[in-house]
Each structure stands twice: as C-alpha cells, then as structure tokens.
C-alpha cells in the first residue's frame, strides 16, 4: 500500500477499482443505439415532439416543396409550431397597423365619398376595430390554420366595406377610389407576410369583390376603371410572387436549421459515446487507467481543498497468466 497524506490526520481509503467505479459514467452498453438516438430531432421547450428521422430534411430540399408544403406531417406541424411565436408577433403588428390604416381611411372616405362618411365611421370603427383587436388578443390560443383563417376574415371584411361605401356612393370619384383595394393586396403581402395560399385566396376574393363593384358603380368612367384593373391585376400578381418566395425561403432556411441542429445533436451524442469507450475496457467493462488518473485528481484537488488526507490502495495478482491459464479467461476477467 502507498500513501499520499495531506496534513490532517483523517485518512480516505479506497480501493482502485471502486474509485472508478463510483466516479462518473456508467460503462457504455455493448448493444446497438435504437433509431432515435440515431436521428435526434431538434426540439424546444415546451413544444411537441413531432419526431422527424435523420436525413429527412435533406431529402426534402433537395426534392423541393413546390406547393409550399412539407410531404410528412410531422415535418409540416414541427416547421408550424416553430414558427408560431413569430407569425403571432408579426400578425398581431399587422393588426396595429391595419387600425391606423383603417383610421387613415377615413380621411380619404371625406373626400373622396362624403356623402357615405357616416356609414364609413359606423362600419370601420364600430364593426371593422373591434373584430380586428379581438382577432389580435386571441391569436396565441389559436392553431396555425384557425390563425391564417382570421387573416382572410379581416381582409375580406375591410376590402366589403370599402366596396360598400364605394358601390352606395353617388360621388363622381367612388369609382376611382376603387383603386383603395390594392392597400389591402399590398398590406397582406408586406406587412402581414401572409402565407401564400392564404394570399392567394383573399386577392381572388378581392378582384372578384374589384370586379362586381366596377360593374354596378355610379356613371363609372370605363378608361379610368381599366387603368385602375390593370393596377388591382398586377399588384396582385407581384404580391403573390413576392409571397410565394418569401414562404419558401422561410421554410427552405427552417429545414437547413434543422438539419444542421440534428448533425450537431448526433455529433455530440458520438462524442458522449466515445468518451465513455475511452474510459472503460471494452471486454470486462471495467474503468481503465485514463479514467482512474482524471478520478484520482478530482479526489486529490477535493482533499487539498478539504484538508482531508488521500490514500489508494493498489493490489495485484502475481502471475495473472497462470491463473489464466488455470481457471481460464472468463474467471481471470471477473
């Protein structure tokens, strides 16, 4: 036996193999890691676990997602639960922002449809806000689809009244103030972001709403309502391919961090893995050298630290080969 004493004059005894033994990990397990540990998924507190294997992520970009939509609907809930955070802060700006829009509009509604300014007071202070800030508080209980829903509810109620106001309006310039509905196609792709087939179906519903009103306007003036369709197609068409490559850009980006939290993820359960091979030996399981001089240094700095002594006792087994030989490798490696 060899002592190392510190100046205290308790003494610490332990035998070699239970220093490794109670030290730190637990020798690694000789069977084959399931499919899980193989492919981790990145996960965030307090979310589901939408459980995507490995590879899958590369897979999908490199198929592409044209229709703006993952093939596995665990990947798509993920990528929609991840985002949830910043889509509910991004609408809930768009909702601030649209009430100043909507007060904005009341001042071109006195000049441009006066004689409709009273239903334009009722419907976009008393109809319109309050529905918009009810849609806002409540976002955060809502799915994602329940939240792009309220988006086309919000849209088609504000482009109504405007066509409202403009349809019932005697004024000579109603018709020209028809134009108004683009701010609507160019605020959801801007502002909101909306997702594209969301987008899509709300500017089919608002030409077509563009439409009908051109039709029954008051003594329209045909070469101005042609610019003004003109305008309302081709703002739409460059707000949807603008919303189009937004969203997949948006999702292109979520599966490249993904994939990239998984290799990280995998990587360090391999080194886990190997720092515990490292530390025991693979036939008996038993802690090797390497992870008995890291113990014994902890144990050493802790008793310099306590003012405790050190003491390790070594033992040995003279002529391990013959004993091997005699009773065999099973009973000289237990």
Not at 188 to 217: C, E, P, S
Request: glycine share 6%.
């Amino acid at each position: 036996m060899g002592n190392v004493c510190a100046p205290t004059p308790h003494w610490r005894c332990c035998c070699m193999t239970e220093l490794a033994a109670s030290s730190l990990p637990t020798p690694p397990p000789s069977s084959v890691p399931d499919t899980d540990e193989q492919g981790v998924m990145a996960r965030h507190a307090g979310q589901p676990d939408h459980h995507v294997p490995l590879g899958d992520f590369e897979a999908v970009l490199q198929q592409g997602f044209l229709r703006l939509r993952f093939p596995d609907a665990a990947m798509e809930a993920s990528f929609q639960d991840d985002t949830e955070a910043a889509r509910v802060r991004l609408m809930r700006t768009g909702a601030l922002l649209g009430l100043l829009l909507s007060g904005g509009l009341l001042c071109t509604d006195w000049i441009m449809v006066p004689d409709r300014f009273e239903a334009a007071l009722l419907t976009r202070v008393l109809l319109f806000a309050p529905i918009l800030c009810l849609c806002a508080v409540f976002l955060h209980r809502m799915p994602a689809a329940g939240r792009e829903w309220t988006s086309l509810l919000n849209s088609v109620l504000s482009a109504g009244i405007h066509v409202y106001l403009c349809v019932s309006s005697t004024d000579e310039l109603a018709g020209p103030y028809l134009v108004t509905l683009s701010m609507i196609v160019l605020f959801n792709g801007g502002v909101t972001r909306m997702r594209f087939w969301r987008a899509l179906q709300i500017d089919l519903i608002i030409l077509a709403l563009f439409a009908g009103a051109a039709l029954m306007i008051h003594n329209p003036n045909v070469p101005v309502m042609v610019g003004q369709a003109l305008i309302m197609v081709s703002t739409t068409l460059f707000t949807l391919y603008n919303s189009y490559g937004l969203e997949h850009e948006e999702r292109a980006n979520w599966l490249m961090l993904q994939h990239e939290h998984q290799l990280l993820e995998r990587l360090e359960h391999g080194n886990k893995r190997l720092d515990q091979i490292t530390r025991f030996d693979p036939l008996t399981e038993i802690s090797n050298r390497r992870h008995f001089d890291e113990f014994l240094t902890q144990v050493w700095m802790r008793g310099a630290r306590d003012g405790t002594s050190v003491a390790v006792l070594m033992m040995d087994i003279d002529h391990f080969k013959f004993y091997n030989d005699h009773y065999g490798h099973p009973a000289g490696d237990a």
